[in-house]
């Protein structure tokens, strides 16, 4: 078998090592990419049938025809000494070198006699095994194919071949040099390595992968580029698949992504071994859903109570419109407020809305908040006339809004989340409804 130097071996093979704790070494080609365990016996026999090296290589792919050549021939000549098609023998008796190219059976040129019946009282064994010799000749091909696998005598491999026969042959290839295994002529399968991965980590950006591997060229001549990862200074052959699996398994970037997570920014934060602070959770969006305006009558006041003053505030009336539709607020919906000191309201509401379909919806709205201000501010904000003279951003109205209704037309309101901003503006009150996603 044409075996490349050494040089070359090693030239057409890229070496890295998989995981940081690997003791072996893997090695990758450069013609067609394939990665296997670094062995320069493999490695060769790799070269023989790759049919990218052999057409960058003619010098190599001379020397595997010129093998080839040999090969038949010798199996040329050992096709010599078994018997023809016609029944015409050769023999090498003493005294002569008489040849019989078969007359027909029981035919002889002379002097042959002797040996004649000397080879028809050979034992059985030998003539079988001379039989068994002329028919497990394996058909040899007479012009080399980078497509083919040639017979050069090491195991044609299954998983780069993807089968067991040469291509465009239709022959097998012959039980003497084909692994055995039991009663399965298939070689055994690769077991693959399990890649301890963190599921917990977000999805790398394509871009992020480029800018986490420095790219460079090993050896001057080389088509492939290599990367070194910036965070380990692991060198493998450039793959972005490749590049992207080990991010997720290199210390290093694993430690800069737990930096991102926002929770592990915090003034207080887990410990680094706790497994929540390895979570990136979905940042939830806003986004505005519907604006509400209530008309009330003016506010009644309780008097204090358990947890401070309290107040109610009726509702006469009002409309609505948003995203998924639009409509009124009907009347007799209900505000209780309580203040705390004099800078804090606590809101708790009732509404019930209705849609302006042909058959109309019922929806109830739910409004639970705070109405926080400068004591001057909440005072103002008391009096319908000086309250439309107060801007929207001198106080807070922050609340949450929840919807309920048995409409089937809009039941998924129902499992739906808001957080909403209001302000005052005489004897009305407007919301702006955000629906978190």
């Known amino acids: 078998m044409p075996r490349p130097i050494e040089a070359d071996v090693h030239s057409a093979f890229m070496e890295f090592r998989n995981a940081a704790d690997e003791k072996c070494m893997s090695v990758q080609c450069l013609f067609c990419h394939q990665v296997r365990a670094k062995n320069t016996t493999r490695q060769k026999q790799h070269l023989a049938q790759c049919t990218q090296y052999l057409a960058q290589h003619p010098e190599a792919a001379a020397a595997i025809k010129s093998s080839l050549e040999q090969h038949a021939q010798g199996h040329d000549g050992s096709a010599a000494h078994v018997s023809g098609g016609h029944g015409g023998v050769v023999s090498h008796g003493p005294g002569g070198h008489g040849h019989s190219h078969g007359h027909g059976p029981g035919q002889d040129t002379g002097g042959n006699n002797a040996n004649l019946n000397a080879g028809s009282q050979m034992p059985n064994q030998h003539s079988a095994t001379a039989h ?137 934060h887990f410990d680094d071994d706790d497994v929540a602070a390895s979570l990136a959770l979905p940042t939830p969006t806003l986004e505005l859903d519907f604006r509400m305006s209530i008309r009330v009558k003016p506010k009644i006041n309780i008097g204090n109570g358990t947890y401070g003053r309290q107040s109610w505030i009726s509702c006469i009336g009002g409309q609505w419109a948003g995203r998924w539709g639009k409509g009124n607020v009907l009347a007799n919906g209900q505000d209780t407020q309580t203040s705390f000191k004099e800078t804090e309201t606590k809101i708790d509401a009732r509404y019930l809305i209705q849609t302006n379909d042909d058959h109309p919806a019922l929806i109830i709205c739910k409004v639970e908040g705070w109405w926080v201000g400068e004591k001057e501010i909440m005072e103002r904000l008391q009096d319908p006339v000086a309250a439309d003279n107060v801007a929207a951003n001198r106080y807070k109205l922050r609340v949450t809004l929840k919807l309920e209704t048995g409409d089937e037309r809009y039941e998924e309101l129902n499992s739906g989340v808001w957080v909403g901003s209001g302000c005052r503006r005489g004897a009305e009150i407007v919301y702006d409804a955000y629906r978190v996603n």
């Open 132 to 268: 068994a010799g002329a028919t497990s000749v394996y058909p040899e091909p007479t012009s080399l194919d980078p497509h083919q696998h040639t017979n050069l005598g090491f195991t044609p491999n299954a998983r780069i071949n993807g089968t067991s026969t040469p291509h465009g042959t239709g022959t097998p290839i012959p039980q003497h040099i084909r692994p055995m295994s039991g009663a399965s002529s298939a070689p055994p399968a690769k077991r693959q390595k399990t890649k301890q991965t963190n599921p917990n980590l977000p999805e790398i950006p394509l871009a992020e992968v480029h800018a986490a591997f420095v790219e460079f060229q090993a050896k001057e001549g080389d088509k492939c580029l290599s990367a070194k990862c910036i965070y380990c200074n692991q060198v493998r052959a450039k793959n972005t698949s490749r590049q992207r699996e080990h991010l997720l398994q290199c210390p290093g970037y694993q430690a800069t992504m737990k930096d991102r997570i926002p929770a592990n920014n915090l003034l207080h």
